[in-house]
């Protein structure tokens, strides 16, 4: 079931639960808003992975009538949208610490706090590397944000727990205010970069300069004598998905079945590259009409 983008994103979610309640009890033995914090960063997480499973199903329809182009962009709005929570959980947790900085707190039972954080810290990595291997495979923004999102919370579990540590030495309950700060100051790197990522891709950014170059090289190996180049090639993504699209022009005399013909199996040569590719070719006549600023006209 779990080699399923939906699978997977269930795993995350069951992982996720089962740590809120252990960091919930924990936090409210202990008395320390570092775990807490902990529990909130859980908290977010679950919302993440809620909205990362709605959003793999729904990337996976099939195109409609209303939307010819697929679903697959619901995968970047629910990477934005688990941005957002992330930037305001660290809001929250911000305000929180510092607060007890300055009134001061007490922190009690800490060897149960250290148990269960140390537990979180394992079961985190497991399930992040699984997600994280899935996302790779199934290209899925919303499965490789949920990854990080776990990545992140086993990191700055590290911090809680070397915080704690401290505590417990020196008997001093501010280092863990200190460690709840540091966690918000992860928390709030990865939701940056998460934003970032997504409103890129919402944006129609190129695709990556390596991926273009693959591009070319299939089309130079697909060279037949009836091509005399091309013009216009982009490319963008849309979750998993990659749309290309191009101008193909072909030498005077070449009937249009040949044409079509060759323009189809150049598509195929450049979606067996890519696993999830939808390519558009436009066929030309070699002394087309190239509108100014087109750029030169690159060999086939």
């Not at 915080?163 to 200190?178: E, H, M, P, Q, R």
């Not at 979606?271 to 002394?287: G, K, M, R, T, Y």
């Amino acid at each position: 079931m779990t080699s399923t983008k939906a699978g997977a994103a269930w795993l995350s979610v069951v992982s996720n639960c089962v740590l809120i309640v252990l960091k919930v009890v924990a936090g409210v033995l202990t008395g320390s808003i570092a775990i807490l914090t902990e529990a909130v960063h859980s908290s977010i997480d679950l919302i993440a992975s809620l909205i990362a499973l709605v959003s793999v199903r729904k990337a996976d329809e099939p195109a409609d009538e209303d939307h010819p182009y697929g679903h697959e962009k619901a995968e970047n709005v629910a990477a934005g949208a688990e941005a957002m929570l992330i930037l305001l959980g660290a809001a929250i947790i911000v305000i929180e610490a510092v607060r007890r900085l300055v009134n001061g707190s007490e922190v009690d039972s800490i060897g149960i706090g250290i148990a269960i954080i140390s537990a979180s810290i394992v079961a985190n990595l497991v399930v992040s590397g699984y997600l994280y291997r899935r996302a790779q495979v199934l290209e899925s923004p919303a499965l490789e944000g949920d990854a990080a999102h776990l990545r992140a919370d086993a990191l700055t579990s590290v911090a809680v727990l070397a915080g704690l540590l401290l505590v417990k030495i020196t008997g001093n309950a501010a280092f863990d205010s200190i460690a709840a700060l540091l966690v918000a100051g992860a928390i709030v790197g990865t939701g940056i970069r998460l934003a970032l990522r997504s409103g890129r891709v919402l944006m129609d950014e190129a695709l990556p300069e390596d991926e273009m170059d693959r591009i070319e090289q299939v089309i130079a190996g697909a060279r037949e004598p009836a091509m005399a180049g091309y013009h216009k090639l982009r490319g963008r993504r849309a979750g998993s998905r990659r749309h290309v699209d191009l101008h193909v022009q072909f030498r005077a005399g070449t009937s249009l079945e040949e044409a079509h013909r060759e323009a189809h199996r150049l598509r195929d040569a450049i979606e067996a590259e890519f696993a999830n590719a939808d390519v558009l070719i436009h066929v030309e006549p070699e002394d087309s009409y190239r509108p100014r600023g087109a750029g030169p006209l690159r060999q086939g």
